[in-house]
C-alpha cells in the first residue's frame, strides 16, 4: 500500500539553519554556506545584504563555483539540479529542512530578503508526498502518476527556493540557493550590476 502524507520531509541538511546577512552601513555584507551533497548536486546558501546607496543587481547564472585550479564552475539551473540530484523529492526536503530551521531560529536583521518570505511560504504549503489507486496493473500506473506529482510539486517549490534575478537596495537583503556540480571548491565569485552605472564589480567569498 502507497500512504498520502504532508510536511516538510527528512533530509540530509535536517539541523543546517540558514543566517541570513545583515546590512552594514556602508558595505556590502554577503555570506556563503555549503550544504551536504544530494546525489550529485551541491546546495549553495548565498545571502547578499546592501548597506550601501547604490542598487545592486544579482544575477544567479552569475554567481560560480570556484575549484582548485582557480577555474569557474557555472550553476546548474534549478529543474536541471532536481534531475541531477537523483531525487527531486529528496532535494526538496532538504533545502526545506534548512530554511525551516533558520526561520525558526529568527534569522531576521534589517531587511530580511524577500527570497525568504517567499521560500517560507513554500514550505508552508508541504508536499503531497504520493498516493496509490487500485491494485495489480492499476496500482503501479497509480504510484507512476503519484510520483510524477510529486516530483513536479518538488521541482516547483526547489525554484522557489532558488536564488532569484532580483535588485539588492538600500538595508535589503536577498537570499536563496544556487546549485552545483558535486566537486571540490574552495570559492564563490559572483557579479553585482550597479544599477546606476551598468559596472559590474566581482566579489569573492570563501567556500564555507
Known sequence: MISAGCGVA???IAHTPNVVATPQAGQLAISVQSAPNVGQVTPVYVSIANGTDAVRSIVPSQVFALNESGERVAPLPPGEAARQS???????GALQSAAVSGVAA???????GAAVGSAFGAVGKGAIIGSGYGAG???????????????????QQIEA??????????NFTVSGYVFFPKGHYNQVEMLLVDRETGDTEVIREPWH
Open 161 to 170: 527556493l532558488a536564488l532569484r534575478p532580483e535588485e539588492v537596495r538600500h
Open 137 to 155: 496493473h492499476g496500482l503501479f500506473r497509480g504510484a507512476e502518476a503519484g510520483q510524477s506529482k510529486t516530483d513536479q510539486q518538488a521541482n
Open 86 to 92: 537523483g531525487n527531486a523529492g529528496e532535494l526538496k
Open 106 to 112: 529568527g534569522a531576521v536583521g534589517a531587511g530580511l
Open 10 to 12: 527528512s533530509a540530509p
